[in-house]
C-alpha cells in the first residue's frame, strides 16, 4: 500500500489539483455549474447529494 499525495488550491473560480507527479488538472467553477480539464465533462450541482455531468 503507497500513500498518495493530492492537493488541491483555489484561486476564486480556478482549482488547480496537484498529485505526488504535479498538476493533474485544473478547473473552472461558477456557481453550480463547472468544467474539469481532465475529464473535460460539464458537471451541475443539484440539490441534495445529486449531480449531472455530461462527458466531451
Known amino acids: 500500500m503507497a500513500i498518495m499525495y493530492r ?3 483555489k ?3 480556478l482549482i488547480l489539483n496537484f498529485t ?3 498538476l493533474s488538472s485544473w478547473t473552472i467553477k461558477i456557481g ?12 451541475v450541482d ?3 447529494p445529486l ?3 455530461q462527458d466531451k
Open 7 to 9: 492537493s488541491r488550491k
Open 11 to 13: 484561486f476564486g473560480p
Open 20 to 22: 505526488q507527479r504535479g
Open 32 to 43: 453550480r455549474w463547472s468544467w474539469n480539464s481532465k475529464a473535460r465533462a460539464h458537471r
Open 46 to 48: 443539484l440539490p441534495g
Open 51 to 53: 449531480s449531472w455531468k
